[in-house]
Nanobody, 124 residues
Framework: QVQLVESGGGLVQAGGSLRLSCADSGRNFGWYAMAWFRQAPGQERDFVAAITWSVGMTYYADSVKGRFTISRDNAKNTVYLQMNGLKPEDTAVYYC?????????????????WGQGTQVTVSS
């Protein structure tokens, strides 16, 4: 059974850094892309960043460009989100997601599999 397992969340002060990891277990062939979304209390689940699995093309929300970096390790079936310069408004539950086919990268309904989420809290 395919599972996406996130780790690396926590509490950090504004300006600090965290690295999130998402390990994909049980998959026998590659995803088209993997992504991170986030959801703050009372808010929609929003796109943060994505990476295509074979080529490594990256996509970012405007709010995180220049601060966050998404990367992947094909051998480990793992995608990472390096978050630098964290702000209180980055506080949210961060979800890993994977999609099987091409098409839109930014919409959450384009993704087939989701992790359970990891909490990121940035204090001011």
């Amino acid at each position: 059974q395919v599972q996406l397992v996130e780790s690396g969340g926590g509490l950090v002060q504004a300006g600090g850094s965290l690295r999130l990891s998402c390990a994909d277990s049980g998959r026998n062939f590659g995803w088209y892309a993997m992504a991170w979304f986030r959801q703050a209390p009372g808010q929609e689940r929003d796109f943060v960043a994505a990476i295509t699995w074979s080529v490594g093309m990256t996509y970012y929300a405007d709010s995180v460009k220049g601060r966050f970096t998404i990367s992947r390790d094909n051998a480990k079936n793992t995608v990472y989100l390096q978050m630098n310069g964290l702000k209180p408004e980055d506080t949210a539950v961060y979800y890993c997601a994977a999609k099987s086919y091409g098409g839109t990268i930014y919409r959450r309904d384009a993704y087939d599999r989701w992790g359970q989420g990891t909490q990121v809290t940035v204090s001011s």
